[in-house]
């Protein structure tokens, strides 16, 4: 299958500073991109959609200006987390998929803000 | 509004059982319908997938999935059970109406006794 690629895999920061996060597709072009947020033991909660030079398209109750979704290009989004709080520290995964395709998901980015 | 539930949130098996887990979808157009795996430490993995055609649907590690259209379900079978299988097993469904975005059951906790 596709590979999709997140990076950094793990990150550690500081409450009150910005994190980034990088969602690569690496051998198709995601037309589309969506952002999940898992818990602990819990399901994935999708939080955002991109399509390739839009807007994102937030799920209710997900904060658009804490959680900046940018997706400039077929192969790459990026999520960044603003002015990070401990209750933020989840595990976030993204997935790309093309018009006909199931979506590809990414190995995922464990956030730990302390 | 698509919604995915998973009847089972905790299963304990011996080796060899069987293995039915159920996945019901509220959404009446066409959509498509996923398995993942997602084992202890590691990220999603597909299982298995239902596009169109035959129903009943094979996968990888010798699971299988029928489609009922009529009972809007996507049960996840297999006939005999590895310690090795013993992982959290999503159900998954996305539609073209709604933007093909993946909605993600709650999870089905599988643990195999040896």
């Not at chain 1, 030079?53 to 937030?58: D, L, P």
């Not at chain 1, 077929?74 to 709080?85: D, E, F, I, Q, W």
């Not at chain 2, 997602?38 to 996968?59: R, W």
Request: aromatic fraction near 14%; include cysteine; charged fraction near 15%.
């Amino acid at each position: 299958g596709a590979v999709v690629s997140q990076h950094p895999s793990w990150v550690i920061c500081k409450s009150g500073t910005s994190v980034k996060i990088e969602c690569r597709s690496l051998d198709f072009q995601a037309t589309t991109m969506f952002w999940y947020r898992q818990f602990p033991k819990q399901s994935l909660m999708l939080m955002a959609t991109s399509n390739e030079g839009s807007k994102a398209t937030y799920e209710q109750g997900v904060e658009k200006d804490k959680f900046l979704i940018n997706h400039a290009s077929l192969t790459l989004s990026t999520l960044t987390v603003t002015s990070a709080h401990p209750e933020d520290s989840s595990f976030y995964i993204c997935s790309g998929r093309t018009e006909n395709t199931e979506a590809f998901f990414g190995q995922g980015t464990r956030l730990t803000v302390v | 509004a698509q919604s995915v539930s998973q009847h089972n949130h905790h299963v304990i098996l011996s080796e060899a059982a069987s293995l039915e887990l159920g996945c019901n979808y509220s959404y009446g157009g066409t959509v498509n319908l996923f398995w993942y795996v997602q084992y202890p430490g590691q990220h999603l993995q597909l299982l298995l997938k239902y596009f169109s055609g035959d129903p009943l649907v094979k996968g990888i590690k010798g699971f299988e999935a029928e489609f009922i259209k009529s009972k809007f379900s996507f049960n996840l079978r297999k006939p005999s059970v590895q310690w090795s299988d013993t992982a959290e097993y999503f159900c998954a469904v996305n539609a073209r109406t709604g933007g093909f975005k993946t909605i993600f059951g709650a999870g089905t906790r599988l643990f195999v006794k040896a």
